[in-house]
């Protein structure tokens, strides 16, 4: 008998990314539910509480739910999703800035325990979240050139 390891631990990064100011919400969840989907939109209106969110909303199954519904009609028309087509996930911002991530972090990296990848992962947004101006140039964005 020779023993196999357990299901490996995973968790997920679900988050979205400002187009004007380079900010940006992540949720790192152990899912990626509805649920979790539901929370990372919640969380774009806080950080926001005024005015309209658009959200880049490609066509997973995690995004078509009651839970998710809630948090629009919630909203009261400040949140507007914006469709992408099927199989285009370089028209989302937060998915230019996942493809940094990756060779930063996860790539060709051997982490001891899950709390080290999780805090490598986190150490990864603080950086960029002290240059603004670096996020935008990922998300290919020119607003802060306009603004």
């Not at 187009?19 to 649920?35: A, D, F, I, N, S």
């Not at 998710?68 to 370089?90: D, F, K, N, Q």
């Not at 800035?97 to 709390?115: A, D, N, Q, S, Y």
Request: charged share 20%.
């Amino acid at each position: 008998m020779i023993p196999t390891p357990a299901q490996p631990t995973k968790h997920y990064g679900i988050g979205a990314v400002d187009y004007q100011t380079g900010q940006r919400v992540v949720l790192v969840r152990r899912h990626k539910r509805r649920r979790e989907i539901a929370e990372v939109l919640q969380a774009l209106l806080d950080k926001h509480p005024t005015g309209t969110v658009y959200v880049a909303w490609d066509n997973a199954n995690t995004h078509e739910d009651d839970e998710v519904e809630a948090v629009v009609r919630g909203a009261a028309g400040r949140l507007v999703l914006l469709y992408l087509p099927t199989y285009s996930p370089w028209l989302n911002p937060i998915e230019l800035l996942w493809r940094h991530f990756r060779p930063e972090v996860t790539h060709c990296e051997l982490f001891v325990t899950v709390k080290a990848l999780l805090a490598a992962a986190r150490d990864f947004f603080d950086r960029y979240n002290q240059c603004p101006n670096a996020v935008l140039s990922i998300i290919g964005s020119h607003a802060a050139k306009v603004s």
